[in-house]
């Protein structure tokens, strides 16, 4: 015991112990207490506590109630672990965020009855900037660039070269609140944002609830995502750019309620040479009486292609979308003509079947400009909503955010 003691206090520039948190600082000061330790390797935190700064170490969070100050860094080469039931509160007041670089990893696997959730001290859609990870893999941005500047206030560059690059795992997280403005205050973060994030990295069981941008948004990479559901987002539930091309992703479902743009926003940054992502199993629901955040907006179909976006869904849920302050909501709208020429009529774009009801202008496509081939397609009953399975990890205040796949 004395000889852990000495060891420690011989350390003591790099950790310091109290009596009753845990913290992390931008000069990785460890202020601990209880079971929470510290090593020349890593830190083990337990029950409450702050982090903050960058991670200069490897990092396992306990199950607990800890506040998130600022910008928290996880840079290349540190991990930061999160047990089951660990809940971060973000504080409003220094524009919060969670941030893992290239070559950083984050582990945060919850269970379906403990949830590992990101939330705010206000409670208010746009509160903080959310979790953000960064990858190494391809992307395509515009004019084909293989790396370009990221759009959250981090001045990251982004892209890479390994397509199964690992950033870690997200399962059983909850995200609440993100969307905080940023830049020149028009520009916003989303809930969860992916940048060149590869397909070694594993998203599961994830929730983006009442942000005011997108509920995810991926920067190319070639990630995929499982069970992921966007509830009360203000912009788009799911959007991508920079030809995103993931894979393997299925069972999603979004909820638009109050406020909300397009159900699916999808671009490849102008270039028509792209892998079209798969997703199987999809589920859009929009409520009756939302409105976009602009009134008399166009943004009020459930799936928007442009700048040569694309996608190949399969097993497509559409329910509510409806003509707004005179913009009509289509399933799917096609905004430009070469997007139709070069995705649509080489069967890179596909949205079938589809069982699409409760909303106007059934069974046809929609069109920015005059098509050189309008589609028209019959709605599918047999197509039914995605089957996710209630619990803590999507209910939020006591109120279950899949009642209505119910």
């Not at 971060?88 to 893992?100: E, I, M, P, Q, R």
């Not at 590992?116 to 395509?140: C, E, L, M, R």
């Not at 005059?370 to 006591?398: E, I, Y």
Request: proline share 2%; hydrophobic share 35%.
């Amino acid at each position: 015991m004395k000889k852990n003691i000495l060891n420690l206090l011989s350390l003591a520039a790099v950790f310091a112990v109290t009596s009753c948190t845990v913290e992390i600082r931008e000069e990785a000061d460890i202020n601990g207490g209880g079971t929470g330790t510290g090593t020349t390797t890593g830190a083990v935190l337990s029950g409450t506590g702050t982090l903050t700064g960058t991670l200069k170490q490897n990092t396992v969070v306990k199950k607990g109630t800890y506040a998130l100050e600022g910008i928290v860094k996880v840079p290349e080469g540190v991990s930061l672990t999160i047990e089951p039931g660990a809940t971060f509160t973000a504080k409003t007041s220094v524009g919060s965020s969670l941030v893992v670089l290239q070559g950083g990893k984050i582990y945060a696997e919850g269970t379906a009855s403990e949830p590992i959730v990101f939330t705010s001290d206000n409670k208010k859609p746009g509160d903080w900037g959310g979790v953000t990870i960064y990858g190494n893999a391809p992307i395509k941005a515009i004019n084909g660039a293989s790396k370009a500047l990221s759009e959250d206030g981090n001045n990251v560059y982004y892209g890479g070269d390994n397509p199964n690059d690992n950033s870690g795992s997200l399962k059983y997280v909850r995200v609440e609140y993100g969307g905080k403005k940023i830049g020149d205050g028009t520009s916003e973060t989303n809930s969860m944002t992916f940048y060149s994030v590869g397909a070694g990295t594993v998203l599961e069981n994830l929730v983006a609830y009442m942000g005011t941008d997108d509920g995810y948004e991926f920067f190319g990479g070639t990630v995929s995502g499982k069970n992921l559901v966007a509830y009360g987002n203000y912009d788009d539930s799911f959007d991508w750019q920079d030809a995103w091309s993931g894979q393997n992703n299925s069972n999603w479902f979004a909820y638009q309620t109050s406020i909300g743009n397009f159900g699916m926003e999808i671009e490849a940054s102008g270039n028509a040479d792209n892998t079209a992502p798969k997703v199987n199993g999809l589920t859009l629901i929009r409520a009756a009486g939302t409105k976009p955040e602009t009134a008399g907006s166009i943004e009020v179909s459930a799936i928007q292609f442009k700048k040569h976006g694309n996608g190949i869904f399969s097993n497509v849920f559409i329910d509510g979308y409806k003509d707004t302050d005179g913009k009509k909501a289509y399933a799917v709208l096609i905004q430009d003509a070469a997007t139709e020429t070069e995705q649509v009529n080489k069967n890179k774009i596909s949205v079938s079947p589809v069982n699409h009801t409760g909303s106007d202008n059934q069974n046809i496509w929609g069109y920015a400009y005059t098509p050189n081939g309008a589609k028209t397609f019959t709605s599918d009953a047999t197509v039914k909503k995605v089957n996710l399975t209630s619990g803590n990890w999507a209910t939020v205040n006591g109120v279950d955010l899949l009642s209505a796949l119910k």
